[in-house]
C-alpha cells in the first residue's frame, strides 16, 4: 500500500519563506518528486530526491529524509506568481508514480 | 518544439456515451500515463503503457480503456460503464519507465463533464 499526506491549505506572506512538509509511507522506494500546479494547468517539475539531504534550485530547495519517510519543499522570497498547489509525488518498487492530494499555496501581499 | 498534446481541452459526455479523449507525444517516449485529477484529491493512476502494443491498469481503470497501437499515440476512452466520469484528466509520458529519476511530461488536460 502507499500513503502520502502534505497539508491541504497554506497561506504566506510575499517576500517570505514556507515550507511544505510531505510524509509517505510505500512499498519501495525510488525517488520523491515536487511539482507545482496553476488551477486548470499541467503540474510542472520542481524537483527530484533520491538519496537524504538538501538540494537547491535557485529560489526552491527540496530535502529528504528516507529513515523518516519525510519530504519538504523550501520556497524563498516568495512571489504573487508563487500561488499553486504544490504536488508531492513518491516512485515506488513498481515504478509509478503516486501522488498526494497537494498543497494549496496563497501568497499574500 | 517538442510536447504532449491533449484534445479537446473541454469535453461533454451525455448519459451512455463512450468518449475519447485524445493524447499525442513527439518527445519519443517510449513510457505513456493517463492520471485522472478531481477537486482536493492528488493525481489518480488510470492507465500507463511501457512501449507500443503494451499497457496496463492502474490504480482506477475499472470504466476506462485505452490503445497504444503508434508510440506517438495513448488514447484513453471512458465508457459508459465509468459512473462518476467528471474531472480533470492529465496525460504524460517519460522516456523511459525504468529509469528512475525520469520526471514526467505532462499535457495540459482534458476537462471532462457530465451533460
Known amino acids: 500500500g502507499q500513503n502520502i499526506d502534505q497539508p491541504t491549505e497554506m497561506t504566506a506572506t510575499e517576500g517570505a519563506i514556507v515550507q511544505i512538509n510531505c510524509t509517505y509511507q510505500?512499498?519501495?522506494?525510488?525517488?520523491l518528486f515536487w511539482y507545482q500546479q496553476h488551477a486548470g494547468e499541467a503540474p510542472t517539475f520542481l524537483s527530484y530526491?533520491?538519496?537524504?539531504g538538501l538540494e537547491e534550485k535557485g529560489r526552491f530547495s527540496s530535502f529528504l529524509s528516507r529513515s523518516k519517510g519525510y519530504s519538504y519543499l523550501l520556497l524563498k522570497e516568495l512571489q504573487m506568481k508563487d500561488s499553486a498547489s504544490y504536488l508531492c509525488?513518491?516512485?515506488?518498487?513498481?515504478?509509478?508514480?503516486?501522488f498526494g492530494k497537494g498543497t494549496s499555496l496563497l501568497v499574500t501581499p | 518544439d517538442g510536447g504532449i498534446t491533449q484534445s479537446p481541452k473541454y469535453l461533454f459526455r451525455k448519459e451512455g456515451q463512450n468518449v475519447t479523449l485524445s493524447c499525442e507525444q513527439n518527445?519519443?517516449?517510449?513510457?505513456m500515463y493517463w492520471y485522472r485529477q478531481d477537486p482536493g484529491q492528488g493525481l489518480r493512476l488510470i492507465y500507463y503503457?511501457?512501449?507500443?502494443?503494451?499497457?496496463q491498469k492502474g490504480d482506477i481503470a475499472e470504466g476506462y480503456s485505452v490503445s497504444r497501437e503508434k508510440k506517438e499515440s495513448f488514447p484513453l476512452t471512458v465508457t459508459s460503464a465509468q459512473k462518476n466520469p467528471t474531472a480533470f484528466y492529465l496525460c504524460?509520458?517519460?522516456?523511459?519507465?525504468?529509469?528512475?529519476?525520469?520526471?514526467?511530461?505532462f499535457g495540459s488536460g482534458t476537462q471532462l463533464s457530465v451533460l
Open positions: 530526491n533520491v538519496l537524504d
Open positions: 509525488a513518491v516512485r515506488n518498487s513498481g515504478y509509478a508514480l503516486n
Open positions: 518527445l519519443n517516449h517510449d513510457a
Open positions: 503503457s511501457q512501449i507500443v502494443n503494451d499497457f
Open positions: 504524460a509520458s517519460t522516456y523511459s519507465h525504468t529509469a528512475t529519476n525520469e520526471k514526467l511530461f
Open positions: 510505500t512499498s519501495g522506494f525510488n525517488g
